[in-house]
């Protein structure tokens, strides 16, 4: 296969693949079936591709080649298990319009796969798991960082998610409006998440992965415009007010750039404004949750021209309404920094030094991360040492990595 040809395979892959996965469970109605198929139909690619071109609609024809190819795999295995053949068979029937597959509306599909991995059959954890390997496609090393768990737990969520909704039949589909408020929470934090592991990747090369970022602004779209609850609304504002800043997170060699030496004015203004209509219109509901307490701090930061304006003290205000709506560890640590802008760096560490002594966060790298910049700011050089050094530890980002070496740097110099 030629560079170019294995190029364009590539590139289709890293485009299209998700989507074609989430179209093939809902034909195929099996995970493992439609991820065999999935790799079946990129193998194909590569060498047909290479002869004929990339076709004029790559994705109806993985879809229609992986499903061709798990229906020939089930044929095969039919000859010692006769219920597969019955499987075999009415898959082919299914599929005998094979121009039907570029009519099917598959834009869906990986809402429809959320909503299935966010059954309530699951557990919550499992829920999360499932998604995130499944419709996102991260590596279980990577949600083992985003759940603070290992990645031996994290895979055996998601063996045992698949076989209690292939067990219990668990359907591929959007569930009805009368059950979309219950089924809403988990499916909120499952798009949270990969917009957050888009938005500060847990490790690799780069600072961000722009398509998970998208991809979670895709769903979270899709999801406002099937359910107007003003806590997705409040997602939604969240992730595009953060989005705005994407562009001047890093320099122009790839190096961490904090949020107070940021070029404000290449923030992205369209997603600002956008941000902070949905926002208010998400808080003028009485019922304001989490998501939209998290865009309202948000927005704060977009409205400040510098970070000299920024309005620490509603932002310490917001954050004390969001601590009794949904308390837990990391919005502690995120409302210590907001008040150590506000009342010194001193208040703000005995924050996280309460938290730490609790034992929360004690692997959350940014824990450690943020108690070294206060004992830096407070001239304790050799407890700022230690404390970036554990948070160095901890950290498998490289962009975060060389910020943190020069941080100590600076310290030892």
């Known amino acids: ?8 395979v590539d590139a289709v892959y890293r485009t299209e693949s998700r989507r074609v996965l989430a179209t093939l469970i809902r034909l195929l109605g099996d995970f493992d079936l439609a991820e065999e198929a999935l790799h079946d139909a990129f193998a194909a690619a590569a060498e047909q591709w290479a002869r004929d071109g990339v076709p004029a609609n790559p994705r109806a024809w993985l879809v229609s080649t992986g499903r061709f190819k798990a229906i020939d795999a089930l044929r095969r295995r039919s000859r010692f298990d006769a219920s597969v053949g019955e499987l075999a068979e009415r898959l082919a029937a299914d599929a005998a319009d ?7 509306d598959v834009e869906d599909d990986r809402l429809r796969l959320v909503f299935t991995c966010c059954h309530p059959a699951l557990p919550p954890d499992a829920q999360v798991a499932l998604t995130l390997r499944e419709v996102c496609g991260l590596t279980t090393e990577e949600i083992g960082r985003a759940f603070l768990t290992g990645a031996p737990t994290v895979a055996q969520r998601i063996v045992r998610a698949k076989a209690k909704i292939r067990d219990a039949h668990i359907p591929y589909r959007v569930p009805s409006r009368t059950e979309l408020p219950d089924r809403l929470h988990a499916v909120l934090h499952v798009i949270y998440l990969v917009f957050n592991e888009g938005y500060s990747a847990s490790s690799g090369e780069s600072l961000t992965r722009a398509d998970l970022s998208a991809e979670a602004i895709r769903l979270g779209r899709l999801l406002t415009d099937l359910l107007p609850e003003p806590e997705a609304t409040g997602l939604l504002a969240l992730m595009l007010l953060h989005e705005s800043r994407r562009a001047t997170r890093t320099n122009a060699d790839g190096e961490l750039v904090l949020l107070d030496e940021q070029d404000r004015s290449r923030w992205n203004r369209p997603l600002i ?18 998501y939209a307490l998290q865009a309202a701090i948000a927005a704060v930061h977009a409205g400040a021209p510098t970070p000299a304006a920024t309005d620490w003290t509603e932002i310490v205000g917001l954050y004390d309404v969001l ?15 907001a008040v150590a802008m506000r009342d010194g760096p001193d208040a703000g560490l005995r924050i996280v030094d309460a938290i730490l002594a609790r034992g929360d966060l004690a692997t959350y790298r940014f824990a450690h991360s943020t108690r070294a910049d206060l004992l830096r700011r407070l001239g304790r050089a050799s407890e700022a040492e230690a404390a970036y050094e554990r948070a160095l530890e901890l950290t498998q980002q490289e962009p975060e990595r060389r910020f943190l070496r020069r941080r100590l740097d600076e310290l030892r110099g």
């Open 1 to 8: 296969m030629t560079e170019a040809g294995r190029d364009a």
């Open 98 to 104: 094979q121009a039907s597959v570029a009519r099917e």
């Open 273 to 290: 404004d956008e941000g902070i209509r949905l926002v208010e219109h998400a808080l003028a509901s009485r019922h304001v949750g989490p």
């Open 323 to 337: 601590a009794r709506t949904d308390p837990s560890p990391i919005i502690a640590l995120n409302r210590s920094v």
